[in-house]
């Protein structure tokens, strides 16, 4: 057996797989451990550098000293790649708020950046790599007592798994992502742990398929309340279990959601690539939804860029591959992709190009205008959205009183739906009403605006 790691990591994956390694951590037996990797030739110095230990710690440790502190031991876990698991060690957000407090708000902005980085480069990774799973990740796992799962499973479980994502899906469009994050998160707990059961080839990778999925509208239900490093979790997770399945067009579905991430954020280079990587998997998919969803999305990112030129050119491709989409037969995380979703969309870009120069809202009206039209009450998310922008643009062009009921109606949804990006977004609203203080009613709607960003924020 290979027990040396990778240069970047000198543990070997293997190590922790033998039956007496996986006794010593199971009953946290760090000292057990420590002896054990010894054994297999790595040295304490190593040991205290991957665990932010010193050669001393190690060292009386080594001799016998009990490791009781969660944080040490998720510390030590974490640094020599120990699945958490293997440890009994549940960790979610709550844990780690009382393990170590809350993030500061500074540091968080600070890191930000590295994290963007370290997400790109373990999408490269797993897309271009084995996709291995790393079963250490399970932080939505509860620590109270868990409904058994059935030693075997056939198709009739990945069903559920399916529906249960479809019905939760449907919530979030209607009510926003905190109506049913939680419930999402749940049902992972029971999915997730269906991995341990024996199946069929089949039915494995069918059940990778719905859990990345499912960890698809995690992402999504969690950005939806602004938990950005949650979200990125799920998503993660998504790329990977989509990998393992070997489906390459919810891969791109899941890329797609994490470049929206970066574009509501304003970080639209990151966003492209999201999109790019995800444009990848979309072709080797076949689907042309799937390429028309990231086409249309690539452009969103080059309006931000203020780049007209390739916004015009990706929203052209994006309609031609939509004309040859097989709407009927599209997976339940792309089907949300119509005509009315594709105008949505065009009324995005050119939104996002009127903030440079407004002779763009007269494009972007009759595209939201043509939305809004085909939107009902289960897409009430979706529904606020392009009012709000429909409202930016009236005022962009001057026409402060549509602006203004258009604003309202806006406001009015706003409060019905539990979605931090429905807030976020009125922003532009906010500052374009604003710039038309002289008129009552666009200085009372900005007013209103900022209060209720007031109350997100506080």
């Excluded at 996986?22 to 760090?30: E, Q």
């Excluded at 510390?75 to 780690?96: C, I, K, Q």
């Excluded at 509860?142 to 939760?168: C, F, N, Y």
């Amino acid at each position: 057996m290979n027990v040396i790691g990778s240069q970047d990591h000198p543990v070997s994956p293997e190590v922790w797989e033998e039956s007496e390694m996986r006794r010593a951590l199971a009953a946290r037996d760090i000292s057990g451990v420590y002896r054990l990797l010894r054994r297999v030739g790595i040295s304490q110095r190593q040991i205290a550098a991957l665990t932010g230990q010193s050669q001393s710690e190690v060292s009386e440790i080594l001799k016998g000293r009990q490791v009781m502190a969660y944080d040490v031991l998720a510390r030590v876990s974490d640094g020599l790649g120990v699945p958490r698991g293997y440890m009994g060690l549940a960790y979610d957000e709550a844990t780690a708020t009382s393990v170590v407090g809350p993030t500061g708000g500074a540091l968080a902005e600070e890191d930000e950046s590295v994290k963007r980085r370290k997400f790109v480069t373990n999408t490269a990774a797993v897309m271009f790599g084995s996709g291995a799973l790393a079963l250490d990740r399970l932080d939505w796992l509860s620590k109270l007592p868990q409904t058994p799962v059935p030693e075997r499973i056939g198709m009739s479980d990945v069903k559920q798994v399916e529906a249960s994502t479809r019905a939760l899906r449907g919530l979030d469009y209607q009510y926003g992502g905190g109506a049913c994050r939680d419930a999402v998160v749940a049902q992972l707990s029971w999915g997730q742990r269906l991995i341990s059961a024996t199946s069929s080839d089949v039915v494995r990778q069918s059940l990778f398929r719905a859990l990345a999925d499912m960890q698809n509208l995690a992402g999504w239900t969690t950005f939806d309340i602004g938990m950005l490093d949650s979200a990125r979790n799920h998503f993660s997770r998504a790329i990977e279990f989509a990998k393992i399945s070997g489906d390459d067009g919810l891969m791109s579905n899941v890329l797609y959601r994490m470049g929206r991430v970066y574009l509501h954020h304003h970080e639209p280079n990151e966003a492209l690539k999201m999109f790019q990587f995800g444009q990848l998997a979309a072709q080797n998919s076949g689907s042309e939804l799937a390429v028309a969803v990231l086409c249309a999305n690539e452009a969103w990112a080059y309006a931000m860029m203020n780049d007209p030129v390739q916004a015009q050119k990706q929203i052209g491709r994006a309609r031609d591959e939509f004309s040859r989409a097989n709407l009927v037969e599209a997976p339940d995380w792309v089907r949300f992709f119509n005509e009315t979703d594709m105008q949505a969309t065009v009324g995005s870009v050119h939104t996002e190009l009127s903030a440079w120069d407004a002779k763009y809202s007269a494009i972007a009206i009759p595209a939201i205008s043509q939305a809004l039209s085909g939107y009902n009450d289960a897409m009430a998310r979706s529904k606020a959205f392009n009012l709000t922008m429909l409202a930016t643009n009236h005022m962009r062009q001057g026409d402060v009183d549509q602006g203004v009921r258009a604003g309202r109606d806006a406001l009015s949804l706003a409060g019905s739906l539990k979605s931090a990006r429905v807030v976020d977004r009125l922003k532009p609203l906010e500052l374009e009403a604003a710039k038309r203080g002289a008129n009552s009613d666009a200085r009372d709607l900005s007013a209103s605006i900022q209060r209720i960003r007031g109350l997100r924020a506080s």
